[in-house]
């Protein structure tokens, strides 16, 4: 057991045996220990005391002690004790430490139970009161120097406190010395007016605990309310320590554990070679001296999930090749939130390998088996804490999406402007054509004086045709590739509906399958057409070829007319070529034509894209707006407030990086960054208005330089956002205000504000932050957060194990050519002596401070 650091161990602390009066057993004697043990596990207890009414038996609780030992329960001795209080007594239970009580043969217990009955015969009735009240109970108690503490039984019945001390009785028990040290517990305590009564009268409310209270086997661990403790071993201490911070140790029911966590990580080779290191899903603490190889162990875990490294890359790539050794292999065992166990495997230079609890394995990343998992090395907390507006997106993002989103308008925006681009050049294009069409005809018109266009009628036709036919050709060629690309990405929809089955709806997807399947049916059709238009082009290709033959078997007769025309003057040949640019013209000034009146349709596609795109940043800004709200709401030392594109700072800055060189001064790129609300609002007035609004905050020269830096930049400057303003108040001053401890302290705050992630991970955080606030702020967080967060820390600050109460404590220590790791948890008295020692300087250093402490007090 308690090889995960503390555990929930049912407990019962209140149960009798054959040796109580009111105890009935009428089995075989020698069987009692075994069936009583067989009853304990049936009942799941794992700790229990044993009370029996104002006796104790030393050789009986032995015996049960030791056969619950071997089965993995934890027995205590103590007695029901009623005491002189009220009409019928204060059934009162005490609990011994039997290390301090039973010592060395002894039996104590007996000692002060003779001495408690010393002038009353039949002690061992219930209802016998002893000679002592509960003030001369705790103080014999306390004169015998030996550990106990005090559970009243059963308090709201009959002998019960709340039952017997009513009224002024229960007032004047508080001004008993020992009571709040001692009295640790209250069994069956239901009534909210009577604790709250305690509460006032005492000061305090003990642990509420349970016990069943059984006078036969067949009553053990029956009744209505059941308690757990957490604790790290079977001891007195353990549960004596348990009772006294119930509000973190004591429980009514089991803890159910919704989160994804780390559950061991085994090397092979390496630094760590033969070792499994075993986690718990909630507080682990790696200590150790300096140098010991504590983030050795957080590197690993972080090599193996895929976690990038923030800060020292080329040092920690290089500390991985030196914990996992040449062929050294490290493998973790995790549990996602749903209790599904995984292994994530990888061999130092590797890949990773994720195989599930059967051994299938899944082609997935170790990151997407958790809701979120964080990492910060040595030095990540203060660095990360410096570019406060990155770190609402950093922790945030992963929960609003929609990037695919942004870039697919994004998209759609360069692609208009490209279009407009190509669009704006048409006039001057048309301008260009008309002129060498109108040269043509005038260099033909000399032909034409002259009759030769008659001559060569014949040829020049044949050559129109040709070209008229190369033109369609060419509209041919554009429409396939249209037709080609558009069913290329259209997927087969049945196939969406393969291996999935409807438990309820079988007829409705059946009729569904059929429809897609008709869809595929007519998309099939679709790709056949254009097989088939792909083949009839090559038919346009052999009619063109015809021609293209017909032509060459007319070279003869053209030849022919050419020499009969015999005129030195003019270049005859030359006449046919010019038919052929003059009707090339004309084809390309009707293209350029069509082209022109598709402008507007591009200006629309623009807009369009643009306000989408912007609607999108909205959607994704309400989203952080949302999570900023839940965090402003779950603590109070931090506080975010979040403006839409309000980072006008950041966005100035990159337009007088994009557009260095212009002239503009810092005045205008103020009034441009406050003017614009951002690259695409600068490009849209560019491209749509001529930069009419740009111009009338820069002059004519200047808008001509950034008009050139548009054209060359444009696809880059759309891409960019500018960012949402965000600004974080740390105890309502901003964070870039304070120190870098106290940024990183609100760093930790805010990552623990995201109740989302199951992993935390990070080394040594004492580095960046001072002991103050790690215990007023961050170690309170973690209690708080432990039990849906697994936290595992490297650190040399005793404060975070310690008043962390960690489930686990791992020690580290360098030895030769490996690193040791001694396992154990905040409760076991060796992992005392380990901290005291490695943290606070030894023993001797610890108890100076704390005389020191103490006479300052």
């Not at 119930?246 to 989160?259: D, M």
């Not at 996602?336 to 061999?347: A, E, L, N, V």
């Not at 070529?577 to 022109?596: C, G, I, P, V, W």
Request: some cysteine; aromatic content about 8%; charged content about 30%.
């Amino acid at each position: 057991m308690f090889d995960a650091g503390l555990e929930l161990i049912k407990a019962d602390f209140h149960l009798h045996t054959q040796k109580d009066k009111e105890f009935s057993y009428t089995g075989e004697q020698n069987d009692f220990v075994k069936s009583y043990i067989d009853a304990l596990k049936q009942a799941n207890i794992g700790v229990g005391v044993l009370t029996n009414h104002n006796k104790f038996d030393k050789d009986e609780y032995k015996a049960i002690k030791k056969r619950a030992n071997r089965e993995g329960i934890f027995i205590l001795p103590g007695v029901e004790l009623t005491v002189k209080e009220g009409a019928n007594g204060v059934h009162t239970l005490i609990v011994f430490n039997p290390d301090e009580w039973l010592e060395n043969g002894n039996n104590y217990i007996q000692t002060f139970l003779t001495t408690a009955f010393a002038t009353v015969s039949n002690p061992e009735n219930r209802n016998t009161k002893c000679t002592y009240d509960l003030k001369n109970v705790l103080e014999r108690l306390e004169e015998y120097g030996r550990d106990y503490f005090v559970v009243f039984a059963h308090v709201d019945q009959n002998s019960g406190l709340f039952k017997e001390c009513s009224g002024g009785l229960l007032e004047s028990l508080s001004g008993i010395a020992p009571f709040k040290k001692r009295v640790l517990g209250l069994q069956k305590a239901h009534s909210r007016d009577s604790l709250a009564q305690f509460e006032r009268l005492f000061g305090y409310i003990p642990a509420l605990v349970e016990g069943s209270d059984p006078k036969s086997i067949s009553e053990i661990g029956k009744g209505t309310h059941e308690v757990y403790l957490k604790i790290g071993e079977f001891s007195y201490s353990a549960i004596k320590f348990a009772l006294q911070d119930h509000k973190n140790r004591v429980f009514n029911a089991p803890i159910e554990i919704k989160h994804g966590y780390i559950e061991s990580i085994s090397f092979q080779g390496g630094k760590f070679d033969g070792q499994t290191i075993r986690f718990s899903p909630e507080l682990n603490t790696l200590i150790g001296v300096r140098g010991s190889g504590k983030s050795s162990v957080l590197e690993a875990i972080r090599y193996i999930i895929g976690l990038p490294v923030q800060t020292d890359k080329e040092y920690k790539d290089s500390l991985i090749k030196n914990i996992f050794g040449s062929g050294g292999k490290a493998i973790l065992s995790v549990v996602d939130k749903h209790g599904k166990r995984y292994s994530i495997s990888r061999i130092q230079g590797e890949r990773v390998n994720i195989l599930d609890e059967v051994g299938n394995d899944l082609n997935i990343t170790a990151l997407s088996l958790f809701d979120g998992v964080q990492y910060f090395g040595q030095k990540d907390l203060s660095s990360s804490s410096d570019h406060e507006n990155c770190l609402l997106e950093k922790f945030v993002s992963g929960k609003v999406g929609q990037k695919a989103d942004v870039d697919s308008c994004v998209a759609e925006l360069i692609t208009a402007v490209t279009q407009l681009l190509d669009v704006g050049k048409i006039p001057a294009q048309i301008e260009e054509t008309t002129t060498k069409k109108a040269e043509v005809e005038h260099r033909m018109s000399i032909f034409k004086e002259k009759g030769v266009d008659a001559k060569l009628k014949k040829q020049t036709g044949y050559t129109k045709d040709r070209e008229k036919l190369i033109a369609i050709q060419a509209k041919i060629s554009s429409v396939l590739r249209s037709l080609h690309n558009s069913y290329k990405s259209a997927p087969m929809l049945a196939e969406e509906l393969q291996g999935f089955e409807s438990e309820y709806n079988k007829d409705i997807f059946a009729a569904a399958t059929n429809v897609l399947t008709s869809i595929d049916h007519q998309l099939q059709q679709i790709g056949n057409t254009i097989q088939q238009i792909q083949s009839q082009s090559i038919e346009f290709e052999t009619v063109m070829k015809n021609l293209t033959n017909r032509i060459d078997s007319l070279a003869d007769e053209f030849a022919e007319i050419k020499r009969e025309i015999n005129d030195e003057s003019l270049d005859v040949d030359a006449f046919v070529t010019m038919t052929a640019d003059l009707e090339r013209y004309k084809n390309q000034l009707k293209a350029l034509e069509e082209k022109a009146t598709s402008r507007a349709k591009i200006e629309m596609a623009f807009k369009k894209a643009a306000r989408e795109r912007n609607e999108i940043l909205l959607t994704l800004f309400k989203a952080y707006k949302t999570e900023v709200e839940r965090i402003n709401g779950s603590q109070n030392e931090l506080k975010i407030q979040i403006e839409f594109k309000g980072d006008r700072e950041t966005f100035k800055n990159q337009l007088k990086s994009d557009f260095r060189g212009t002239s503009i001064s810092d005045a205008k790129y103020q009034v441009i960054s406050e003017k614009f609300n951002d690259y695409v609002a600068i490009v849209e007035d560019w491209i749509l208005n001529g930069g009419k609004e740009m111009q009338t905050i820069i002059s004519s020269s200047e808008y001509a330089k950034l008009s050139v830096k548009l054209q060359e930049q444009y696809s880059d400057l759309i891409k960019r956002q500018v960012m949402n303003k965000v600004e974080i108040y740390y105890h309502e001053k901003l964070l870039r205000h304070h120190s870098i401890g106290q940024r990183a302290s609100a760093l930790i705050l805010f990552i623990l504000a995201q109740s989302d992630n199951d992993i935390i991970l990070i080394d040594q955080p004492e580095d960046d932050l001072d002991n103050k606030i790690i215990y007023d702020e961050v170690i309170s967080s973690i209690v708080k957060k432990k039990q849906g967060i697994q936290f595992i820390f490297a650190t040399h600050n005793a404060n975070i194990p310690v008043l962390g109460d960690a489930e686990r404590v791992l020690v580290v220590e360098y030895q030769d050519t490996k690193i040791d790791v001694s396992q154990g948890n905040i409760d076991l008295k060796e992992t005392h002596k380990q901290i005291v020692d490695i943290m606070e300087g030894g023993k001797e250093a610890f108890d100076k401070r704390q005389l020191i402490y103490t006479s300052w007090k």
